[in-house]
């Protein structure tokens, strides 16, 4: 027996679970991959980005997956656990040849799970039989969202196959007692199940080409249908919300005005947690603008292989998101922060947007394939950003001058802070980064932190970023290429030739310390004031909007809304503390859902019908939500 | 996750300090030597017991010797012929093994303010399953034939509503009774449509996803379950017995609590009360599983 009842509260560790769920905005938990397993999905997504990124595939098999719970990469792993042969996959790669590497892939995986369909059936005790059924079922995995999407009907039967592999092997009990023997005629058939379709469809000799690597079998491939596995992040993506969570500071809600009474603005709140704006994988995946900037700073943790090159960065350009807007340039940026957006403009890392409506409209079209959104979508995503407030600092004036509450060192920071320098063309750091102009000054200017992409290019010029809560966003600079603040001010000190001392740098990187500080950076959280209780306060109050929308009629937005707001209520259930009220979380988004449906139907007294019943239902769930 | 634990890597992780796979290497009386089962991947366990052992080597003056048994079977086995002095356990297992070699319970862990959780009957919420009663000449999943919420004690519902008798009743009244190899593959073959109803722990549905988890829902709910525990062989000397009971009441105590991750992830422990297992022994006896 395993010790299942542990293994139930570590879901995190057990469960088998898809990245995301279908448009919403709840990522789910991973379960972890088996070594060669995580090598192949990584192969597979990293193979369809244009160019492939040959050294990151090769990394794949030799290196564990990012957070991998294996010390040992595929390859390793393999050395270890199995007789399988590898060489053709390596030169396959070190050929650089995209088919072949599929091809070599996708056989080693079926050989796999085979070698170990063969030790279950020849195991000498049932708990041996056991272990080879599981992580042969491991490794089917890496093959199963394929079959499913394209032959429900033998995923359903290899499913049932691995039920009757499993309960066929017999149980050892505990000392003998509860042994059962195995039944070896039930597991010869379920294995054959098994065994002939992985040969028919992952054990070819000659696949057909292949335009998109994928997990289809080899029967849907040679097909004319034209199935489409449901997009995946591979194994090490990583696009949870950053732990601790930013604290959102709005201005109306700072003067004490209620969202539910600035419409516009809830709508646009809506928006930016929606991933229905988006299209393309990003919709599949949950992704929405909040994925990128957590309320409305930035996620440190966010990760995807290929688009990443390091957490909290992502090459929003690359070939995932947007093929057609993919400039083929291996460019991934920090993420921004957006606090105090309406003072930060012009928008992007180098200045090139002016207005924020066009940055944002080319976010949604471009960088996320997103279909053009409408001018009130596009007012109320700007009606709400427009409301992020810098965070509160007390030790900071607001027109950026230190008050007593900062420490001596950072007063001495400051007069260096003011100080013009040769090196910086008799400017001082404060000539760009203007104290009472939120430490930015709204220009563009080449440092020197760009590395020209061609002889004589100049294209290095980067938008001076403000210094406000940059204590909570590290790494700095566009690229992330710094990782604290005092690496800031080394890497001043030495290109701009500063001549700073030891004791001169350490109090200049107080004083940014000090002005990148806030009195709250983090939601705080208790048991009762849960993350739940926030979401849950949160997706009441875009769903408030109904109040302006249905009196309008305004069908599209509407559904907009209820698709968002009813998939990320069901969804954000399963992370409550108060396990007993989930049903009637369900029910809630149901009514929602039922909005939805009657506005379909151009039933709009029903929809008036639903949306009361969810305001009162809600309402008596307030207590409850945690 | 099964990871299969050829000799090589039993050899290999043995030499990892005082944590390892194979028998334990310092003789009797010089450590206290526990007993740990794999949930899923050996090498992470590895990594935590090494974090636990040595903060209770510390916390009980003795060296604390961590290794890791293949099951619950061996680690019962282990306490029998003195390898090990300590094990974790579930609470039938205990119970076997209390009966045979006189296994001594002395901790159990707590989940959301509970030593105890219960069992559940799963089912799509789409699937017209409303009693246990219409789950007749269906197919349902189990965890696994020696688990209590994952198999006895939902089992016993049935036979408490009268639907059958006893275990040996049940292939009669089911259509198909699977092993599926653990609450999440049971939990996910109910979900995905493979079977009509699972049977395990009153948490297993926070193992599907978030749409999963809202797709279904539970028609019945077992008697509570005594938690997992902490047991010790018979004759443990009984100073360092309660030098190692004191070190894991720490755990409680909110600067200790993050250590509680490195040990299955409970949220505490409180001492062990025997007389809280009479259900389980008797469950145990009706099932035939103890004498």
Known sequence: ???????????????????????AATPAREAPW???????????????????????????????????EFTLGGLAWLGRESAVDTDRLEAAIAQQDRQAVFAEATRLIALRIEEEL???????????????????????????????????EAARRIGIAWLELNSSTGFAGVLGAGATPSDTDTMMAARATISDYIAQNYLVEDFAPRQTLSTLPEIAALGDSNVEVPPAL??????????????????????????????????????????????????????ACSTCHNRSDVNQRLFIPGASHQPGAIDVDGAFFNPIFNDRRDDPIDIPSLRGLRFTGPYGRDGRFASLRDFTRNVIVNEFAGDEPTPFMLDALLAYMLEFDFLPNSMLTTDGRLTDAAPDAAWRGEVIFNTPFAGLGDRSCASCHIPDANFLDRQAYDIGSVTPAYAGARAGAMDTPTLLGTLYTAPYFHDGSLPTLGSVVDWFDETASLGLSEAERADLTAYLETVGAADAPYEAFDEENTAFRLAFSELTTFASTLDTLLPRRDAAHILLLTDTVAADLAADASTMANLAARPEIYALAERLVAVGAAVRDEDWAAAEESWSAFQSEARALEERAF | MAIRMNRRMLMMMAGAGAVSLSAPLLAQGTALRIAFIPQENPEKLLGDIEAITGWLAAQIGVPVEGFVTIDHAAAVEALRNGDADISFMGALPFVLAESEIGAVPLLSEVYRGAPSYTGRIFVRRDSGIASLADLRGRDIAFADPISESGYLYPLAEFERAGLIDGPDGAGAFFGRIFFAGGYQQAMQAMAEGLVDAAGASQYADLLLTPDQQADVTWIAESEPIPSHLVIARPGLDADLQGRFIDAM?????????DRLRYLYGPDGYVLADSGAYDGVREMARRYGLLR
Do not use: C, K
């Not at chain 1, 027996?1 to 448009?23: E, H, N, W």
């Open chain 1, 34 to 68: 088996l070594p060669e397993a995580a090598a192949y999905r990584l192969t597979l997504f990293l193979g369809n980005l244009e160019p492939v990124p040959w050294d990151e595939v090769a990394t794949a098999w030799s290196e564990p997956y990012r957070g991998s």
């Open chain 1, 118 to 152: 063969e030790r279950a059936v020849t195991a000498q005790d049932p708990a041996a039989a056991q272990q080879a059924v599981r992580t042969g079922r491991e490794l089917y995995r890496a093959f199963a969202d394929g079959i499913a999407a394209a032959d429900p």
């Open chain 1, 1 to 23: 027996m395993i010790r299942d009842f542990a293994s139930v509260l570590l879901a995190t560790i057990a469960a088998v679970f898809l990245l995301a769920g279908p448009g």
């Open chain 2, 249 to 257: 009441m720490q755990l409680n105590e909110p600067e200790n609590r």
């Open chain 1, 234 to 287: 591979p194994p090490g993506s990583d696009i949870f919300d950053q732990d601790p969570l930013p604290l959102l500071v709005l201005n109306f809600e700072e003067q004490g005005i209620d969202e539910t009474d600035l419409p516009l603005v809830a709508y646009g709140d809506m928006l930016f947690d929606s991933a229905q704006i988006f299209g393309g994988p990003a919709r599949d995946l949950g992704i």
